[in-house]
Nanobody
Framework: QVQLAESGGGLVQPGGSLRLSCAAS????????MGWYRQAPGKERELVAS???????IYASSVKGRFTISRDNAKNTVYLQMNSLKPEDTAVYYC????????WGQGTQVTVSS
C-alpha cells in the first residue's frame, strides 16, 4: 500500500511563490512516475506536472516556465515549486504516484488572492 501526504499549501498573493511537498511511504524510486494534479471548484482534475523514474518531466502549458517539479529520492519526496502564482492557480493540489496502480494523496489547498 502506498501512502502519499501533501503539504505546503496556503494563501498567497498574486505573483508570490509556494513549494508543495509530497512525502511517500517507502522509496519513490520504485514508482513509474509521480505527479501533481489540481482541481478547481466546478472543474475537472487536471495534470499540472509529472516526473518519471528517468526524470523526464511534463508540464501543463498553463504552468510551464513558472512551476518546477523535482524529486529527492533520499527523502522519498516530490516537490512542486510554484512561482509567479496567479489567481487561476487556485485549486486543491493532489499528488499522484503510479506503481502498478495509481495512488493519490488527500490534497492541499492553494489559494492565490490579494
Amino acid at each position: 500500500q502506498v501512502q502519499l501526504a501533501e503539504s505546503g499549501g496556503g494563501l498567497v498573493q498574486p505573483g508570490g511563490s509556494l513549494r508543495l511537498s509530497c512525502a511517500a511511504s517507502g522509496s519513490i524510486s520504485r514508482f513509474n512516475s509521480m505527479g501533481w494534479y489540481r482541481q478547481a471548484p466546478g472543474k475537472e482534475r487536471e495534470l499540472v506536472a509529472s516526473i518519471s523514474s528517468l526524470d523526464i518531466t511534463i508540464y501543463a502549458s498553463s504552468v510551464k516556465g513558472r512551476f518546477t517539479i523535482s524529486r529527492d529520492n533520499a527523502k522519498n519526496t516530490v516537490y512542486l515549486q510554484m512561482n509567479s502564482l496567479k489567481p487561476e492557480d487556485t485549486a486543491v493540489y493532489y499528488c499522484r504516484a503510479v506503481y502498478g496502480n495509481a495512488y493519490w494523496g488527500q490534497g492541499t489547498q492553494v489559494t492565490v488572492s490579494s
